[in-house]
Structure formats: C-alpha cells, structure tokens
C-alpha cells in the first residue's frame, strides 16, 4: 500500500465515524424534550430485547471468548468478557434499575431571586454525545446506552476486537429496540468496524463528540488521554489497597479481604495489595493468608508477612514491581507495616488513585485515613468491591474516575450531565 493509498484510508474512515458522530449528535436532540416516561419506556424495551434474543447474544459472546482464549488472554480476562444467560439478565435489570431512578435532566442544582430581581437557576442539561473506548467488556456497551440515553446523551462506541461478535449483537438489538419505541436509532451508535483507526478519528471528532470516557488497562486510558482532543474524562487502573490496622477484627479482616481480592479478580475494584500493621500480624496474618490460600491467592510477600503464611500457600518474595502492580487475577501483595503512618506513606506512594481501605476499631485511624489520603473512594471496615455504581446507589456506572474535574468515583447519571444557568429578567440591564 503506498503513502498515498494510506492517507486515502484515513480520511475515509475520519469521514465515516464523523458521520456517525454528527448523526449521533442530531439523534440526541430528539432527547432534549423527552419526558422521563419516554426514556424509561425505551430502556424497559432495551432490556426485555435483550432477554428477548439472548441466546444470539450468548452465542455471539462464546464466539469471541473461545478466540480470545486460543489467543492466551488471562482467565480472569475471559471471565470479564464471557455474557452467559445470568449475566444478559443482570444487565437487562440494570437497564430496569435505570428507569426506576430519578431523571436528572432538569433537576435545579441551585437557584435564587437576587436582590435586583433577577431569577437564576443552574439547571442540569445532558452533553450531548457521550463517546466510550474500552476493551473487552459487553457489559460495558449496554450500562453505557442506558446511562447516556437516560442523561438525555446519545453514545458513540468503540468496543475492542476482543467483544466484537458480542458487541455487533449487542448494538443490533438495543437499536432495535429504540426504533420499536420511535427513538432514533443513531441514539446508540457504534464505530467499532473501523478498528483502531476509527478510535482515533473519535478522539480528533472534537465539537461532534462532547466527551471521551475511556474504560480499560492503563495503556489504553494514557492514549486516550495523550491523543485526544475530545475532552476526557479519565477512569483509572485499579492498584488497590487494603490495611488492615491494629485493631481489627479478625474473623472481619478475612471476610472483607477475601471478598475484595477473590469475588472477582479481573475488575478495577478488587484488592491488590494488602498492608497490616506489625502489631496485629501475628494475631491477624495466619488466618487472612489461610484463606487467601484455599483460594489459590498467589502471595508475593515480605519476609515478616512471608513468615507468617500457611504451610502449602504460594509464596513469591515480593519485588518492587509488585507495590505498583494491578494484577487482575489471582495475585496480592502483601507487606507488614510499623504502622499507619507508614501504611499512608505506602499507599500514597502507589496508590492509583481508586480505591483503599481501612480496617479498623479505632476512629482516630478512620479519621486520619480518611482525611490523609486521597482517592476516588474510601472504605472503612467494607470491600473494596462496593465502588460501584450500582452498589452505591447510582444504578449502573459509565465507569470509576479517578480525576479530581467534573466527576470523581462511580460515574453515574448525574455524571453525565451539565449544567445550563437560565437568568430570567424583566427588561434588565446591567448599570
């Protein structure tokens, strides 16, 4: 192929996802007057329509997880990417709790009568176009048409060759079902056709696209947030701590760090190191790493935490890449500390910014956990696997941000609004 046929390739595909993009963009207009019954009438139709032709789906799906085992992606990877029967009907019931949650398009965020009489009010409005970048993920494509159609945005996305058959599948029948409902279908919009190249006509699509979210492994998200100039929202790596202080609770330590590190590993919010302090060690280590251990838990530990581990358990002599490292499988590091000053210091030196947690009695140490590090979210005596959307109360999330501009934490509806300032007068002028 020469330079020339090169350069005719990427303006073709520039033409085409910008068309798409500016299809979208008039697509979400039909929602900026939409009432809440019509957005929540078409995300019920989105979700039966997936229950409706989940067999397609899940057949789709296995398509894509047997090549992306043969290929050698990780388990955990494949487990994140595999829909089966269960899973297509927990995303429609995602779509369902959606519709059952106030419609933030309209809410009056603050408002007044100033004293010249002029009435201000800021008032939350949708973005627009909402573009999404992840990999590997289905379920990501469905949380993202919901939350962008009930945010009154339309969505572009790019879904990653790894969930392609899923993701065509996917598209198919919720714009399908938007159709059925009398929404256009551009509401929901894919540019998946054209690789990567077509993500990153999405990332220059700027005045089309109002905001980028992506969603995946670092490389991904520092692309996208170096070549972009769609503005970004940034969601971040998960490299999560937990500490486990003085106090604790044993028999809770070992629920808490079990569900955080083993429920699922191959997602942002699961455990990834774990720190305690020396003098609750001996008391609290044996039994945590016991159970790590009948979980197949591979512990890459410090010589005091290495000590203190069950006959039979994995254990790696821990290096410093593993203080940085997000596994996403079956692995934790484990460091004792002096104690809490010097587990602060550790987790601000690499923490990623998503998610720790204390385990503790004592409210001086919650207080100065809570108040001295600075993370999306903080848990205290809870699994990290409650930063979550949906755990938290927010219905499904577009994912974590872990930036400090516009949103922070689970993202969503709410997140995915502006705001407009409405002033009304009565022949005012500014003296």
Known sequence: MTAADVSDATVEVESAVREVARRAKVAARSLATATRATKDAALHAMADALVAHQAEIVAANAIDCERESAAG???????????????????????????ALPDPVGEVIRGERLPNGLTVRQIRVPMGVVGMIYEARPNVTVDAAGLALKSGNAVVLRGGSAAAESNVAIVRVLQDALARVGLPRDLVASIDAWGR??????????????VLVPRGGADLIQTVVRTSTVPVIETGVGNVHIYVDASADVEQAVAIILNSKTQRTGVCNAAETLLVHADAAPRVLPAVLAALTGEGVVLHADE??????????????????????????????????????????????????????????????VRRFTTELDSAAIMVNASTRFTDGGQLGLGAEIGISTQKLHARGPMGLAELTTSTWVVEGDGHVRP
Do not use: F
């Open 304 to 365: 005091a935490a290495a000590a203190l581990a069950p006959a039979g358990a994995q254990v790696v002599p821990a290096q410093e890449a593993d203080w940085q490292t997000e596994y996403l499988s079956l692995d934790l590091a484990v460091k004792v500390v002096s104690d809490l000053d010097e587990a602060l210091e550790h987790i601000r030196a690499y923490s990623s910014g998503h998610t720790e947690a204390i385990l503790t009695r004592d409210t001086t140490a």
């Open 73 to 99: 992606m990780a388990p955990s990877l494949v487990d994140r990417l595999r829909l089966d029967s269960g899973r297509v009907h927990a995303i429609a019931d995602a779509l369902r709790e959606l519709a």
């Open 197 to 210: 190249p077509g993500a990153q006509a999405l990332m220059q699509a700027r005045g089309l696209v109002d």
